[in-house]
């Protein structure tokens, strides 16, 4: 059992769990994912690591409660436990294996949709404790919606908000953003991306026309987290690759896009009876406590 030593809302149905976990802790990298469950019972769902503490020997996950097993694991309260923790899994993103010296001579920019904004932090943290400061882009649909803002700015070199309806920062996509910065003359080696799949896509497209190299993040395919299952595969430069074995990090410009969207929608009908039957269940019990009563 993994106790939970801090759970926070970040925003409407985005927490943050600090989970004790010394051995994950101490292999973890950027870009690598984790498979959590909340009981015996629960379905297995990859998350992405957030942060990691080696001295505290924690790890820190952000989930976004739209399903009946991520609203489990949402609701498992400050002190309780989570049944399975296990990680790090996935490969961890190139840049950690590359010469030191070589990368602080590069100019990182990442952008990051949403919830995509847990992944992408430990990734800055990890450039920056080391002396390479890369700029960030972050958009969300609303200032509300902007979640640990205060932490990526501590880390990042220049910190740019977008919302799609214009509450704070710049008005408009963050690819709208990421034009606007290159076209007044900001010099990009390489943009990492991590979203919404369709945000990926057109960063992707919109990268292609400057030349510029991008590495996308395919986490939200990923099912079972090990390769069996085989719901997370994808083509990538006309192969097909599974996201968490080979992955969940891809060069952009050579990733199927529109196979990828299509499958992630192919659990959405059973996901939707899933939520009924959790819903039926939960009315029924109120039912039996009011006639007990």
């Not at 004790?20 to 984790?34: D, I, L, T, W």
């Amino acid at each position: 059992m993994f106790k939970i030593l801090e759970r926070k809302e970040l925003a409407q149905d985005i927490f943050q769990l600090v989970v004790e976990a010394p051995r994950v802790a101490r292999s973890a990298k950027p870009g690598q994912f984790v498979i959590v469950r909340a009981d015996e019972k629960g379905e297995r769902i990859p998350l992405t690591i957030s942060d990691y503490d080696v001295e505290q020997g924690t790890v820190s996950i952000v989930i976004q409660a739209i399903g009946v097993s991520t609203r489990k694991i949402c609701a498992v309260a400050h002190g309780g436990t989570l049944a399975d923790f296990a990680g790090p899994l996935g490969k961890p993103s190139d840049f950690v294996h590359e010469d030191l010296e070589e990368l602080r001579h590069k100019k990182l920019l990442f952008i990051a949709g949403g919830v995509g904004t847990a992944p992408v932090y430990p990734q800055v943290k990890w450039l920056n404790e080391r002396g390479i400061k890369a700029d960030v882009i972050v958009g969300a649909k609303t200032a509300a919606m902007h979640i640990m803002t205060d932490e990526m700015r501590e880390v990042a070199g220049k910190l740019y908000l977008t919302t799609d309806d214009g509450t704070v920062g710049f008005h408009g996509l963050v690819t709208d953003q990421m034009k606007e910065l290159i076209d007044s003359g900001n010099r990009y080696d390489e943009v990492i991306a991590i979203g919404p799949m369709i945000m990926m896509k057109f960063v992707a497209l919109a990268t292609e026309q400057y030349g510029i190299k991008t590495t996308v993040s395919l986490n939200t395919l990923m099912v079972d987290g090990t390769g069996m299952c085989g719901a997370c595969r994808v083509t990538v430069g006309g192969k097909t690759v599974f996201t968490c074995v080979d992955g969940p990090e891809f060069d952009g410009h050579q990733v199927d896009f529109d196979e990828a969207i299509r499958r992630q929608g192919m659990y959405r009908d059973i996901e939707e009876r899933a939520r009924k039957i959790a819903e039926e269940r939960a009315a029924g019990h109120k039912c039996n406590i009011g006639l007990d009563r």
